[in-house]
């Protein structure tokens, strides 16, 4: 039998697991502050003055910044568990179990998030997501098994 949401979203354990996303929501917030008080995106002018010549300043890779690579890593994972979350209250499923993986899934995703500012290594991202794949699969797992 399913418990009614308005005592399922009182229960220990669920407010727990919200408090964890919500603490993933705050560090993907202040690395997304952080990222444009840094200023990693400055352009050089288009045109050098003296010279009249086009000056280029782009890296090689614009697009693997180490502190956009932790954003990313951040925005995306906060989505996800977003999404597993909201399928698992939903469904009145599970409490203390999701609340340990989502808190085993914050651990993680920030391990991962400064790990992706001081390495980059596509090995270390490919075993990471599998992490995070396989968490959101147990946390949408419980969500059908003792939910809908």
Avoid at 7 to 26: A, E, M, N, P
Avoid at 45 to 56: R, V
């Amino acid at each position: 039998m399913a418990v009614p949401l308005e005592q399922f979203i009182t229960d220990y354990y669920v407010k727990r697991t919200w408090i964890g996303f919500f603490t993933l929501w705050v560090l993907w917030g202040l690395v997304y502050a952080i990222r444009f008080a840094i200023g990693e995106n400055k352009k050089p002018s288009p045109q050098d003055p003296e010279t009249g010549a086009t000056t280029s300043d782009k890296k090689p890779y614009p697009h693997h910044s180490r502190l956009a690579n932790a954003h990313r890593v951040l925005f995306e994972n906060t989505l996800l568990l977003l999404s597993v979350l909201v399928l698992n209250t939903f469904a009145t499923g599970s409490t203390r179990a999701v609340m340990i993986l989502t808190w085993v899934f914050f651990g993680f995703t920030v391990v991962y998030a400064f790990t992706e500012i001081g390495v980059d290594h596509h090995f270390i991202r490919l075993v990471f997501n599998f992490v995070f794949y396989g968490v959101t699969l147990a946390i949408g797992g419980l969500a059908f098994a003792h939910g809908f």
